[in-house]
Structures are given as structure tokens and as C-alpha cells.
């Protein structure tokens, strides 16, 4: 390799690497700000919100690696455009292939690492979220719990307050319970309450003891108002169901190369996505950086974004379609990336010639 051609290499992993730092930083915002309103409802304790953070930055990666090596190589480029480096390339008699073997040395390399995230990093991330999120779950309720203070779980259909937690954690006093389940409220009040786990199932229960239960309809004023008193009560508490999506989610690549369902063969199909993406971005970002004497240096970011958002949007139109059509067989996401390949191919032939 030439030393010109490595010097492309450092630069552009470079730029890639800052733009990919920039971009994650706003997506792990946004997943940040889901998980503090997820705490905040009590679906999950605040001490395993940095945890779950962590355990989401494969699928961040995933989502902007593609966007953040365009960039990086688009602003490498554009350098190169603005300080006439690439004129001095041309004249030389430098060839387009010689541009553009680090070019696809880079796209291979970024492609190569996201096709290990998302088919063996990402799917155990996955795993041992849902090992957390149930674990979360089982114990939210104590977890979440301030003495003198209202907290709500169960999506915001539960109040609960406690006038005080033992040192260990199960055991609570005063405690003051509010749900609501459609046009039913129930109100539970108990002197004691303590959280213990099943042996049988590993079930969760809340055992309230000397207290008092009030069931009453919506409004309370207009409705039968039932009220008993207990002198104790076994509350089973909720545990989070692990849904397909999640099943699928936790398979490795090589586990879905044979799909057994529509399902497998989407999640299959979006595994993929993020490698391929990044491959033909990346080479894209040559031919788009391109451009005429005294045009702008930022121009081509702009045409490179419209595309990687019409590009992301086909994908994501194509996953829709084969989950509605839930077939076995099809082109799947293929064509989408075939699209964007025939152009790379016309626009790599056309600077070509004219290189």
C-alpha cells in the first residue's frame, strides 16, 4: 500500500471514529432519557439503569456505525477537495483505483466490526438484558421504595407507600397500596409487609399482614364499595413475560443462518443490515465527495444524508413488509441493497472516467 493510500486510511478511520463517538453520544442520550422514564415508573430499580445502559451501546453502534463512516470519510475527502491535495493526486497521475483501495479497505474493516456486534456481541447484550430485566422486576417493587415517599410501578397502575423498610430490604411497615385495572380500583392498607421469594417457582409475593382491602368502581362516589379486613394477604408480583421478538433477539447469526420462522429470517435479514450498509456507504462517500471548483465544502454531506435516510427508510419499509407477508421465501432486504449498490456502481463509473 502507499504511503498517500495510508495516510487516507489513518485520516479517514479517524474522522470515522470522532463522528461515531458524536453520534453515539446522541443516541445513548436518547436510551438514557427511556430508561430514567422506565425508573421512574418502577418497571426497573435506578441502580441497574447504567447497567442497561451499557448493555444497549451494540444496538447504538448498530444504528449509527453506517451514518458515522460516511461522515468520517465524506469530511476526509472534503479536506482533501478544500486544500487542493486532490488535484495535486490527478495531476501526478495518481489512478481512481489507487483512491479507492483504502476506501475499501476501511468500509471492510467497519463492516467486518459490526458484523461481530451484531451477530455475537449484540444477541448476548440482548440475553443478559432480559436475566436483568427480570431480575429488575423482582425486585423493583423493594428496590424502588423510599421510606415517607409515593412510588409507582407497574407502568403507573400502582402506588405504593411505606413508612418504613427494614435493613434487609423484605421487610416493610405502614404500607399503603393503590391499583388500578381498568374501572376497578383497589385500596390495601397493612400494618406489616414483607417481600419473600417462592421456593417452588422463584415467584415473587408480597405477605401483608393486619390490614384492610377496599374495592370500589369508577367514579368511587357512583359505585359498590367493598371493604374486608385481613389479617394476612399474599400478593403475587408481576414478572415481565419474554416476548418472541426478545427469543429472537438472543440468537446468534450462525444460530439463524437456517431460519425456522418468518420471524428468524427477518431478525436474519436486520443482522445483516448494518454490515452491508456500512460496506456500500462506505464506498459511496468517494464519487459523492466530488465537486465542482468553489462549491461548498458541506454540499455533499447533505446529498450523503438524504441518501442514507431514504436508505434507511427502505429498510425499514422492507422489515415491515416481511413481517406483514411472514414468508419463509422472498429477496427479503436484498433488493433495497441492490438498489443502492447500481447506483454506487454508475456513480464509481462516471468519476471514473472523468478522474
Known amino acids: 500500500m502507499l504511503i498517500l493510500q495510508r495516510y487516507i486510511l489513518r485520516q479517514g478511520l479517524a474522522a470515522s471514529f470522532l463522528s461515531l463517538l458524536v453520534f453515539l453520544g446522541v443516541t445513548v442520550a436518547l436510551f438514557l432519557a427511556e430508561l430514567v422514564g422506565d425508573a421512574a415508573q418502577g418497571q426497573l430499580p435506578g441502580s441497574s439503569v447504567m447497567l442497561l445502559l451499557g448493555l444497549r451501546m451494540p444496538e447504538a453502534i448498530m444504528l449509527v456505525g453506517p451514518l458515522a463512516l460516511l461522515t468520517g470519510l465524506l469530511l476526509t475527502f472534503g479536506r482533501l477537495q478544500e486544500d487542493s491535495e486532490t488535484v495535486i ?84 411497615r405502614d404500607v399503603f397500596i393503590q391499583h388500578m385495572d381498568g374501572d376497578v380500583g383497589e385500596v390495601l392498607t397493612a400494618r406489616e409487609g414483607r417481600v419473600w421469594t417462592s421456593p417452588e417457582d422463584g415467584a415473587r409475593y408480597l405477605t401483608l ?15 359498590e364499595v367493598r371493604e374486608v379486613s385481613f389479617s394476612r394477604n399474599d400478593l403475587r408480583l408481576p414478572v415481565p413475560e419474554t416476548t418472541v421478538s426478545e427469543t429472537e433477539a438472543s440468537l446468534l447469526l450462525s444460530q439463524l443462518w437456517r431460519p425456522d420462522s418468518p420471524d428468524e429470517r427477518r431478525e436474519w435479514h436486520w443482522r445483516l443490515a448494518a454490515p452491508a450498509a456500512a460496506l456500500l456507504l462506505g464506498m459511496l462517500a468517494l464519487p459523492l465527495s466530488s465537486r465542482l471548483p468553489r ?61
Open 295 to 355: 462549491q461548498g465544502r458541506f454540499g455533499s454531506i447533505v446529498i450523503a444524508l438524504v441518501l442514507y435516510l431514504l436508505y434507511s427508510n427502505a429498510i425499514h419499509a422492507g422489515l415491515i413488509v416481511m413481517e406483514q407477508q411472514g414468508a419463509m421465501r422472498g429477496p427479503g432486504l436484498w433488493p433495497v441493497h441492490g438498489a443502492l449498490g447500481l447506483l454506487l456502481a454508475m456513480l464509481c463509473w462516471r468519476q471514473w472516467r472523468s478522474w
Open 209 to 223: 399482614t393486619d390490614g384492610r382491602q377496599v374495592q370500589h368502581g369508577l367514579p368511587p362516589a357512583m359505585s
Open 89 to 172: 493526486f490527478r495531476c501526478s497521475g495518481l489512478r481512481f483505483r489507487r483512491m479507492l483501495w483504502p476506501v475499501l479497505v476501511l468500509a471492510g474493516m467497519w463492516g467486518g466490526g459490526l458484523l461481530l456486534i451484531s451477530g455475537w456481541l449484540a444477541p448476548m447484550a440482548v440475553e443478559r438484558t432480559g436475566q436483568l430485566m427480570e431480575d429488575a422486576a423482582r425486585h423493583a417493587m423493594v428496590a424502588g421504595l423510599r421510606p415517607g415517599q409515593f412510588g409507582r410501578m407497574d407502568g403507573g397502575r400502582t402506588t405504593i407507600y411505606v413508612g418504613g423498610v427494614e435493613r434487609d430490604g423484605e421487610r416493610l
